[in-house]
């Protein structure tokens, strides 16, 4: 039985309004300590305000939590000294280059010049971009300005790491190095709360998953938990011709039923979880004429799971409500709230 000594958050009842809005309606999380936990939810369903409340720059309406042992109200000073925060927007001077930044950071954070300097140097090596650490920031492509915010993060290694929306707006390749880069970080012992609306990401990273919506946590457990407990496998086809998918949709909701339209213009899925049955609707969109691409039967996806949990995709929004976005910190001298 998991212990409180080797939880690294353990948030019982936390709220958060603002004005008549509730961000935050309860939110109950146990985090262990050396792994990737992730909080999905479409924007606004109340991640960012959850990390905030954790890492001490939002006090709590109502509710309780320690971070790392420590209770996030009465003992802020103790959390902001052992966490950092990457937040959606990075936070990076622009006007400095990326050497600068990180050692202006490890001396603010305590460090002797000579001793930022080489902390700075390892970063920029192990992140790849020390071939851009003398050009300003300014000059960085996207994903070299979040993996320089992701390393000011952890100038300091903290114990536990927030990371909010880490790879929003970054292409394929830039999101698989951040990936690799929150692994080695794991890895080294930190733990880390991934709040994502990406659900291939917390696929990819998380261990443990909490869906939140409309500021409640509706489900909790491992990706694999999650897709078993929606019941059933999934059969998923790709057309040649994106025009041909309303037919394919036909065939698919006459033999199977409830068809999910993918983003992609091509994609289609349905719940099968019968391999003859997949084998046999396969041939007859073949008969029917329709070109297929490739087609695969198993596991439903993240995504399907979060349209079977809340009756919409994790990226469209709930009503609006505060966003806070701050980009990335050390919190040892964070005022507290």
């Not at 959390?79 to 959606?88: D, I, K, N």
């Not at 290694?157 to 990371?163: A, R, S, V």
């Not at 994502?196 to 696929?203: C, F, P, S, V």
Request: one cysteine or more.
């Amino acid at each position: 039985m998991t212990t409180q000594s080797s939880l690294a958050i353990e948030a019982v009842g936390l709220v958060k309004s603002y004005g008549d809005v509730r961000a935050v309606d309860g939110v109950d999380l146990s985090v262990r300590r050396g792994c990737v936990y992730g909080v999905l939810g479409p924007n606004g369903a109340g991640k960012t305000t959850t990390i905030r409340m954790l890492a001490t720059l939002t006090r709590p309406d109502a509710g309780t939590a320690r971070v790392l042992g420590h209770d996030i109200v009465s003992e802020g000073d103790a959390v902001r000294g052992a966490v950092s925060l990457t937040g959606q927007l990075a936070s990076v001077d622009e006007d400095l280059t990326g050497r600068e930044n990180l050692v202006l950071l490890g001396r603010l954070l305590g460090l002797k010049r000579s001793a930022a300097k080489v902390r700075a140097d390892e970063l920029l090596g192990a992140f790849g971009i020390a071939e851009a650490a003398r050009r300003l920031v300014k000059s960085y492509s996207g994903g070299m300005r979040r993996r320089l915010d992701i390393a000011a993060s952890i100038v300091v290694t903290p114990e536990l790491m927030f990371l909010d929306e880490p790879t929003t707006g970054l292409d394929p390749r830039s999101r698989n190095q951040v990936w690799e880069i929150v692994r080695a970080l794991v890895a080294g012992g930190t733990t880390i709360l991934l709040c994502t609306q990406y659900l291939e990401e917390a696929d990819q990273l998380a261990e443990g998953i909490a869906v939140i919506d409309h500021g409640r946590v509706i489900a909790e457990g491992t990706p694999a938990q999650l897709k078993a407990s929606v019941g059933a496998g999934a059969l998923r086809v790709r057309l040649m011709d994106p025009e041909q998918r309303p037919q394919a949709e036909q065939v698919l909701a006459r033999r199977l039923g409830t068809v999910t339209l993918d983003p992609d213009p091509a994609a289609i899925t349905a719940a099968c979880s019968d391999p003859d049955l997949g084998a046999a609707v396969v041939g007859e969109l073949a008969a029917g004429g329709v070109r297929i691409a490739h087609f695969s039967l198993g596991q439903p996806s993240l995504d399907e799971v979060f349209l079977a949990l809340t009756g919409h995709d994790a990226r469209e929004s709930p009503p609006d409500l505060p966003q806070q976005a701050g980009g990335s910190r050390q919190l040892a001298d964070v005022e507290a709230p």
